[in-house]
């Protein structure tokens, strides 16, 4: 798991330092659109919608969006449809690559997706063509500093809560879960008075990719654009990321 930890880190502190705003709210409000559409307009009765909603929360989006969200897919007020899909290709060195995304044009999310790829020496495949090399799991992230207890006392509550396994960072507990669980346990670990960093569904891969450094910092760049295409909602990959990896970019 721990070169989905590192990039999950990096990825987090990119966010905190360079997010849009009003491009992360869009993402959000597609988020919650599908799930209340999935589940229904109601978070206490549907675990997705409620993730979504705490999510947002998150990120800080302001009430009034998120409940215009839920009112646009329950039918009380006019909306684009949206679509879920998923692309799957190679990026550079033959790194695996997931991207999830929520469009009203799937024409012209496939064409900016497929550019992305082209640009940085990737190529996006039929779908199916790495999906098996990931497995969808729950991930949940306290930080260490947010805790009075103790490693072992946190891997415990997790394991009661029903989680499958935890990863230690320097700086956080990394708990992983069947995906269907995720909600159970986030709620069996709050009654504790445990709060989340992060608390979502993810891929993660089997097995991860080693590149050199070249390819690696032009897997970055096709993260970045991917993840800057309005549509885009997750990119999932394999690339093994290390201290030395980085330095050498």
């Given at each position: 798991?721990a070169g989905h930890s590192?990039?999950?880190?990096?990825?987090?502190?990119?966010?905190?330092?360079?997010a849009k705003?009003?491009?992360?709210f869009?993402?959000?409000a597609?988020?919650i659109y599908?799930?209340?559409?999935q589940g229904?307009g109601?978070p206490?009765?549907?675990?997705?919608?409620?993730?979504?909603?705490?999510?947002?929360k998150?990120?800080?989006?302001?009430?009034?969006?998120?409940?215009?969200a839920?009112?646009?897919?329950?039918?009380?007020?006019?909306?684009?449809q949206y679509?879920?899909?998923?692309y799957?290709?190679?990026g550079p060195g033959g790194v695996?690559v997931?991207v999830?995304?929520?469009?009203d044009n799937?024409?012209r999310?496939?064409?900016?997706v497929?550019y992305?790829?082209?640009?940085?020496g990737?190529n996006?495949?039929?779908n199916?063509?790495?999906g098996?090399m990931f497995n969808?799991?729950g991930?949940?992230?306290i930080e260490?500093?947010?805790?009075?207890?103790?490693?072992?006392?946190v891997m415990?509550e997790?394991?009661e809560a029903g989680?499958?396994e935890m990863e230690?960072t320097?700086?956080t507990?990394e708990i992983?879960?069947?995906a269907?669980?995720l909600s159970e346990?986030k709620?069996?670990?709050?009654?504790?008075?445990?709060r989340?960093d992060?608390?979502?569904?993810?891929?993660i891969p089997?097995?991860?990719?080693?590149?050199?450094?070249?390819d690696?910092?032009?897997?970055?760049h096709?993260?970045?654009?991917?993840?800057?295409?309005?549509?885009v909602?997750e990119v999932?990959?394999?690339l093994e990321?290390d201290e030395?990896?980085?330095e050498q970019?």
């Amino acid at each position: 798991m721990a070169g989905h930890s590192k990039w999950k880190n990096i990825q987090r502190r990119k966010n905190a330092q360079d997010a849009k705003r009003g491009k992360i709210f869009m993402k959000m409000a597609k988020e919650i659109y599908v799930a209340a559409k999935q589940g229904g307009g109601d978070p206490d009765m549907n675990p997705s919608l409620r993730l979504a909603v705490e999510k947002a929360k998150s990120n800080n989006m302001p009430n009034e969006n998120i409940d215009r969200a839920i009112k646009k897919a329950t039918g009380d007020l006019d909306g684009a449809q949206y679509e879920e899909l998923t692309y799957e290709g190679y990026g550079p060195g033959g790194v695996a690559v997931m991207v999830e995304v929520l469009t009203d044009n799937k024409n012209r999310t496939a064409s900016e997706v497929r550019y992305a790829f082209n640009k940085n020496g990737g190529n996006l495949g039929e779908n199916g063509c790495v999906g098996f090399m990931f497995n969808r799991k729950g991930y949940l992230v306290i930080e260490k500093e947010s805790v009075d207890e103790d490693e072992d006392t946190v891997m415990l509550e997790a394991i009661e809560a029903g989680a499958d396994e935890m990863e230690t960072t320097e700086k956080t507990y990394e708990i992983y879960t069947d995906a269907d669980n995720l909600s159970e346990v986030k709620e069996n670990l709050e009654a504790n008075e445990i709060r989340f960093d992060t608390a979502e569904i993810t891929m993660i891969p089997e097995t991860y990719s080693a590149v050199q450094a070249k390819d690696a910092k032009k897997m970055f760049h096709l993260i970045d654009m991917l993840e800057d295409i309005e549509d885009v909602q997750e990119v999932y990959h394999n690339l093994e990321v290390d201290e030395n990896l980085m330095e050498q970019i």
